[in-house]
Every structure is written in C-alpha cells, then in structure tokens.
C-alpha cells in the first residue's frame, strides 16, 4: 500500500496574504484587477508561484523583515500586471509607498 502524505509548505508569506496584502494596501490594485477582469484563482495561483520562490530560495540562516515581504509583494503585482494586463498600461512604483500607477 502506498502512503501519501500532503506536503505543507511553510511559506516566508502566505500566498493568501500576498493576494490579501494587494487588495487591502496597495493603491491602484483593486481598481486594474477590475478593469483587466483578472479571477481570484489566478490572483491566488500567482501569489503561490511567487511565495514558493521566494520561500525555497531564501537562505534560512538571514532574517526576513519588511522590507522583504514590500518586495516579494512588488514582484507578485508585477507578475499580475506582466501577465494579466493588456497594452502594457500599468507599472509598479514607490511613491512615497508601493501602488499601482498607469503608464
């Protein structure tokens, strides 16, 4: 008989958080997944994608602090955006704070 187990993955950020992060703080964010009709389930597939990579190439000896999670937050709207969005017409900036600007 063949035991299988499930896998958790004890992400640096959570893939829900990352998707929750987006919709609640990030200026612009809401506003472009409307207006490209992008779903949940590929905001979610895409936050998975990003919080694995981050999660397994992290060396674990180095700390993980705010910052940190501002920039695997930019790289998964900036996934969104190169994937998802049409004409090219969104990008990512600080200004004071990460949000999402048009072009």
Do not use: R
Not at 23 to 31: H, L, S, T, V, W
Not at 39 to 45: K, N, Y
């Amino acid at each position: 008989m063949l035991n299988l187990k499930t896998v958790t993955m004890t992400y640096l950020i959570h893939p829900e958080d990352l998707v929750f992060k987006a919709k609640a703080y990030i200026k612009g964010f809401n506003e472009m997944i409307g207006t490209e009709q992008i779903p949940q389930w590929d905001l979610l597939e895409t936050a998975t994608q990003i919080a694995t990579e981050w999660t397994e190439d992290w060396d674990e000896d180095q700390g993980f602090g705010g910052s940190d999670g501002t920039f695997m937050l930019k790289e998964f709207i900036d996934t969104v955006i190169y994937q998802f969005t049409s004409l090219n017409i969104y990008k990512t900036e600080f200004n004071p704070s990460l949000q999402i600007v048009k072009k």
